[in-house]
């Protein structure tokens, strides 16, 4: 295998692995691996790529070339193992890179503990993808609204039974006075913030287009702030149980 088609295969597996991490960062795993055995495997893996290409080249080389190769193979090593022990800070450059370009895509910050960011789309609002019963839905942070407001959609996917609400609860919108239905989700996450029974209203059907992210999830927060194009959002300093 030619030097230059190794090492643009090297760095396809290794971008390659940092965007599935970034991108499962909220899941915890991929395919059944945590995410720190699944980096390791990122840097194992091309490791054991570059050995074995390295034992290949230099059995078919003379003594020269050999001693050309080996420092080749010994400065890739030295590349991945640097990669290897940087694998932390490389993931979160992946995932602040992915957030500008994926709406509402959730970056914890370092060392911050139960902290998260979002940054502000394209129209001047602030997308989050919110975790609703384990479904991920995209939702609205809209600091007016006393309550979360799901549209129908957005209740269908966190498992709630539109047949059975009743929409009962008076409420005013930009359209006028309507009604809704109050439901309990059970778990609402936002990256690692994590609330349970959490009160939510359900919009009738054509009433709302975006689900709202609003202040029956965000009063349990810490505190949250808009800082430039970035919500941070502070979750509870306690880990939550139900």
């Given at each position: ?58 059995a078919r080389r003379s003594l020269g070339e050999t001693l050309s190769a080996i420092a080749f193979w010994l400065m890739l090593v030295a590349v991945l193992a ?161």
């Open positions: 295998m030619g030097r230059d088609r190794l090492l643009w295969l090297l760095l396809a597996i290794l971008l390659g692995g940092l965007l599935i991490l970034a991108l499962n960062h909220e899941q915890g795993e991929v395919a059944g691996l945590s995410l720190d055995q699944f980096g390791s495997l990122i840097y194992l893996a091309p490791l054991g790529l570059v050995v074995g290409a390295g034992i290949l080249t230099m640097v990669g290897y022990t940087y694998r932390d800070p490389l993931q979160r450059v992946a995932e602040r890179v992915i957030g500008q370009l994926v709406p509402g895509y959730v970056i914890a910050v370092p060392g911050a503990g139960n902290v998260v960011e979002v940054a502000r789309g394209a129209d001047g609002d602030f997308a989050v993808r919110v975790g609703l019963n384990g479904a991920t839905v995209p939702m609205l942070l809209d600091t007016g609204a006393s309550s979360v407001v799901l549209t129908q959609e957005a209740a269908q996917a966190a498992g709630i039974a539109l047949d059975r609400l009743k929409y009962d609860v008076a409420v005013d919108t930009a359209n006028g006075r309507t009604r809704a239905a109050a439901v309990t989700l059970d778990r609402v996450s936002i990256g690692s913030i994590v609330e349970y029974k959490v009160p939510a209203l359900v919009a009738p059907a054509g009433m709302l287009r975006t689900p709202l992210l609003g202040m029956s999830f965000l009063s349990r927060l810490d505190g949250f702030e808009v800082r430039g194009d970035r919500l941070v959002l502070r979750g509870p300093g306690e880990t939550k149980t139900r």
